[in-house]
Nanobody, 130 residues
């Protein structure tokens, strides 16, 4: 059972990146998939970015990324994507995807404790800098 985030890199402010989160060993259909990020020097803090119910694609976005980030999914590929546009230096960090119970309102609104998530992937580093 594994989640794997990929697609990070170095991008200039105002640029775009698309992250992928692929699952193996289980199907994403039954879960909500959240993206979190951890800023440099804040190893104990993970900020929720988005949470998507995979059955219908409904997505909750944090205020800090609303209007700039969007989520899409490909259930056939067992993969979810985070399209990040108009990137800012404060978007810099390690991005993680996590799978949680799709019926949990707290999971769907990024208010659940981190240990409520069933699976976590290794992160991918996004650096926004000129």
């Amino acid at each position: 059972v594994q989640l794997q985030a990929s697609g990070g890199g170095l991008v200039q402010p105002g640029g775009s990146l698309r992250l992928s989160c692929a699952a193996s060993g289980f199907t994403l259909d039954n879960y909500a998939i959240a993206w979190f990020r951890q800023a440099p020097g804040k190893e104990r803090e993970r900020e929720g970015v988005s949470s998507t119910r995979m059955t219908d694609g409904s997505t909750y976005y944090s205020d800090s990324v609303k209007g700039r980030f969007s989520v899409s999914r490909d259930n056939a590929k067992n993969t979810i994507y985070l399209q990040m546009n108009s990137l800012k230096p404060e978007d810099t960090g390690v991005y993680f995807c996590a799978a949680g119970w799709a019926q949990s309102a707290a999971i769907l609104t990024l208010t659940a404790p981190l240990n409520d998530y069933d699976f976590w992937g290794l992160g991918t580093l996004v650096t926004v800098s000129s």
